[in-house]
């Protein structure tokens, strides 16, 4: 019974590692990244969204619901 429990807490302690390991790497979405192949033609028109917003604590989010709502 005592292996039991020493399995399980080593698979805890592998699981939270790779879940804090896995938050160092590089963002999916960057602010000079072109997302579309319209991108380029909504931004000569001044049309384009912004690809972060600020939240009411001052943190950027991913500006999702911007991004894909109809012009």
């Known amino acids: 019974m005592a292996g039991a429990a020493g399995r399980g807490g080593a698979t805890l302690l592998a ?31 001044n049309q384009d969204a912004d690809t972060f917003v600020r939240d009411e604590f001052g943190r950027a989010r991913p500006n999702v619901a911007a991004r894909l709502a109809p012009r």
Request: positive net charge; glycine residues 12%; charged residues 25%.
């Open 15 to 45: 699981v939270g590692g790779a879940v804090v390991l896995g938050g160092c790497r590089d963002p999916l979405i960057t602010e000079n990244q072109i997302r579309s192949p319209f991108h380029r033609y909504d931004r000569v028109r």
